[in-house]
């Protein structure tokens, strides 16, 4: 059941129909001051007395050219604020979506500068410290001086003891400095696993002391002193405690 049907319960109104009753009521008022006053045969109005005072009569305006009129020039006029006023949101909106793409484009621009400086700084400071790292890396001669200072940097980053002269001693009674020397007379030769090398050490035993990072040669000078000091280590402490055959 509508609102409008419940006896004795008043409609409530719109802002347009406010209006129009607004406006329905301006007309019935002008109408209705003309219709108390009355009017002599030449039409002009005459003076009323109590006695001669012809009735009143009320006649509704509400359906009369002035009243519809009236009612239609304020539902345009109040049509026409409303879109004015939905224009200028319109208006509103698209100027803050104007700024905030904007304000988008540029952090993107400003978060592309900033990656692309990142990454100029990384490559910067990459090439920088290969540089450095280039300057470190100590260059060994290839004779026995390099081979047993190259042996002992090595030693140092794995822990193994050892010293430059007591490589040198060992080397000078085992093999003279010669990486290729090989015993083919004692017992280990007689077994098939002789020994060779500047530390004359044996294959089984270089392969259990193998310095990682080295060559897998028992001709190789550096790989051979490493592996002989890592073996000397295990067994007497250090190359510096070996003064004879080990």
């Known amino acids: 059941m509508s609102e409008s049907s419940i006896p004795g319960r008043r409609r409530r109104l719109n802002k347009t129909q406010k209006l129009s009753a607004a406006a329905i009521s301006a007309v019935a008022a002008a109408s209705l001051s003309f219709s108390l006053v009355p009017a002599n045969a030449e039409g002009k109005p005459k003076a009323q007395t109590p006695e001669a005072a012809a009735p009143v009569v009320l006649t509704s305006v509400a359906g009369t050219p002035q009243a519809k009129a009236l009612q239609a020039s304020l539902i345009g006029q109040h049509t026409t604020a409303e879109k004015l006023v939905k224009a200028a ?84 009674r085992e093999s003279s400095g010669n990486p290729n020397a090989i015993n083919g007379w004692d017992i280990n030769a007689r077994n098939g696993v002789p020994s060779i090398g500047l530390l004359q050490i044996i294959k089984p035993t270089f392969d259990a002391y193998h310095v990682p990072g080295t060559a897998f040669s028992q001709y190789d000078p550096v790989a051979n002193l490493t592996a002989a000091a890592n073996y000397a280590a295990d067994r007497y402490g250090s190359i510096d405690n070996v003064n004879s055959a080990y």
């Open 89 to 172: 949101d319109l208006a509103r909106a698209k100027q803050a979506a104007a700024v905030e793409a904007k304000a988008k484009a540029a952090a993107k621009v400003k978060a592309a500068a900033a990656a692309k400086a990142e990454a100029v700084a990384e490559k910067r400071t990459g090439t920088q410290a290969a540089s450095r790292s280039e300057v470190r890396t100590p260059v060994y001669a290839n004779n026995l001086d390099g081979w047993i200072r190259e042996a002992l940097d090595i030693m140092k980053s794995r822990g193994i003891p050892g010293s430059y002269n007591g490589l040198h001693r060992n080397i000078m």
